[in-house]
């Protein structure tokens, strides 16, 4: 089984529609991540959380709200979608603080209409 | 803050021919640096990093890369191309331990093409 998963893997909603993506993983890792992924423009970071208790907005956090279930899940929030939050949303989680190996799931595709 | 830019968003190379990869930084303190690649719908995988020790890094699939602090870079490397690493590459860097929590910064990807 994958350290990393995502759910939906892919998703198609309308302009205005609350959605929600959601991240597992079974690395044990404290550090959670989201990220956005368009064309030319490379990684973006929406969201980070270094512990349950710690969330921090990223570059790119408005329009977006996460929710730390547990260690082992993150999930990303669009309260109301827009068709510019068309993207390849990613997750990763980190172990060693400063070393920042992170580990990436496999991404869902959003298209918002 | 730190930050990466690297140069080509993307690089044709033959089967069989060099690859070079050029990543430039910016950060304050001693970075750490990495190379991620994603191959067609996957995520991220690291490729390799440099955290201080040797200067020169290999990692998987025969890619290696330089850190050169003189010229803030950290290009990438492999001596032989094969049609598998097609994939977008990725640097991105890390102030570390100085820094306290800051995250990783990527910079925009590189896309590998190779051609038989």
């Known amino acids: 089984d994958a350290d990393v998963t995502q759910t939906p893997r892919n998703r198609i909603t309308k302009t205005g529609k609350r959605i929600m993506l959601e991240c597992s993983q079974t690395k044990g890792h404290d550090r959670m991540y989201w990220y956005r992924q368009d064309p030319g423009l490379g990684l973006r970071l929406i969201y980070y959380?270094?512990?349950?208790?710690?969330?921090n907005k990223g570059e790119i956090s408005d329009g977006y709200s996460v929710s730390r279930q547990a260690q082992a899940k993150f999930s990303l929030s669009l309260e109301s979608a827009i068709p510019n939050q068309t993207a390849l949303y990613f997750c990763?989680?980190?172990?060693?603080?400063?070393?920042?190996?992170?580990?990436f799931g496999p991404g869902t595709r959003l298209l918002v209409l | 803050a730190q930050s990466v830019t690297q140069l080509g968003s993307h690089v044709s190379v033959s089967e069989g021919a060099l690859v070079l990869l050029r990543c430039n930084y910016s950060s304050s303190v001693p970075p750490y640096l990495f190379w991620y690649v994603q191959y067609p719908n996957q995520g991220l995988q690291l490729l390799l990093k440099?955290?201080?020790?040797?200067?020169l890094v290999k990692g998987i699939n025969g890619f290696e890369a330089e850190f050169k602090k003189s010229e803030t870079s950290f290009h990438l490397t492999k001596p032989s191309a094969h049609m598998s690493d097609a994939a977008e590459y990725f640097c991105?860097?890390?102030?570390?331990?100085?820094?306290?929590?800051?995250?990783?910064?990527f910079g925009k990807g590189t896309r590998l093409s190779v051609i038989a």
């Open positions: 440099y955290t201080s020790a040797a200067t």
């Open positions: 991105a860097v890390s102030e570390g331990w100085d820094s306290g929590n800051t995250p990783l910064v």
């Open positions: 959380s270094f512990d349950v208790k710690d969330i």
């Open positions: 990763a989680t980190s172990d060693l603080p400063g070393l920042e190996t992170q580990y």
